[in-house]
T-cell receptor, first 114, second 114 residues
Framework: AQSVSQHNHHVILSEAASLELGCNYSYGGTVNLFWYVQYPGQHLQLLLKYFSGDPLVKGIKGFEAEFIKSKFSFNLRKPSVQWSDTAEYFC????????????FGGGTRLMVKP | GAVVSQHPSWVICKSGTSVKIECRSLDFQATTMFWYRQFPKQSLMLMATSNEGSKATYEQGVEKDKFLINHASLTLSTLTVTSAHPEDSSFYIC??????????FGPGTRLTVT
């Protein structure tokens, strides 16, 4: 079975700082990769996804992620965070032949100080 | 993406009673729905996959007699927590399988068992 790990549980940044959240997965086959965001009091929303092609994926709100197959990683980045980016971020993986089933990482709680 | 609603958004019940949580797809016919639980400051854990017209598939460690899932139509899946106990207090989230390989999440239901 696949597993997903997010190394940073809590991250505190000042506005305009750059962000990188780590995500590693364990599965040897083909995967689809996702980053979801959960703003305080709101439901999960899709930030971006990787299925195939260019390993650098651009999502909404200035976020991007890079799939590095050799490192089994899919790190999320944003060059300059805003206070409104304060939220919890979840990396998720769908393994080949797993239908729509997702395995989530433990989440990273980001706080951006104004 | 699809719009998913859950009802109720918050429920408080006494220990030993049963609680039903509804998950509705408002604009999408979902043959597959997923039920997750999320403990405070933790990630989403898949409980079961709900298939329209057939029995749900439960993840290891999830008691199917305690968490009854019914997916009677393409727009409605229900989760019933039977004989609830305080340790069942959690945030329950449903999602439906969109295409391709995406999931659309509901806003969640917070269950508090006293």
């Amino acid at each position: 079975a696949q597993s997903v790990s997010q190394h940073n549980h809590h991250v505190i940044l000042s506005e305009a700082a750059s962000l990188e959240l780590g995500c590693n997965y364990s599965y040897g086959g083909t995967v689809n990769l996702f980053w979801y965001v959960q703003y305080p009091g709101q439901h999960l929303q899709l930030l971006l996804k990787y299925f195939s092609g260019d390993p650098l994926v651009k999502g909404i709100k200035g976020f991007e992620a890079e799939f590095i197959k050799s490192k089994f990683s899919f790190n999320l980045r944003k060059p300059s965070v805003q206070w409104s980016d304060t939220a919890e971020y979840f990396c998720a993986v769908r393994a080949q032949n797993a239908g729509n089933m997702l395995t989530f990482g433990g989440g990273t709680r980001l706080m951006v100080k104004p | 993406g699809a719009v998913v609603s859950q009802h109720p958004s918050w429920v408080i019940c006494k220990s030993g009673t049963s609680v039903k949580i509804e998950c509705r797809s408002l604009d999408f016919q979902a043959t597959t729905m997923f039920w997750y639980r999320q403990f405070p400051k933790q990630s989403l854990m898949l409980m079961a996959t709900s298939n329209e017209g057939s029995k749900a598939t439960y993840e290891q460690g999830v008691e199917k007699d305690k968490f009854l899932i019914n997916h009677a139509s393409l727009t409605l899946s229900t989760l019933t927590v039977t004989s609830a106990h305080p340790e069942d207090s959690s945030f329950y989230i449903c999602s439906l399988g969109g295409g391709p390989y995406e999931q659309y999440f509901g806003p969640g239901t917070r269950l508090t068992v006293t």
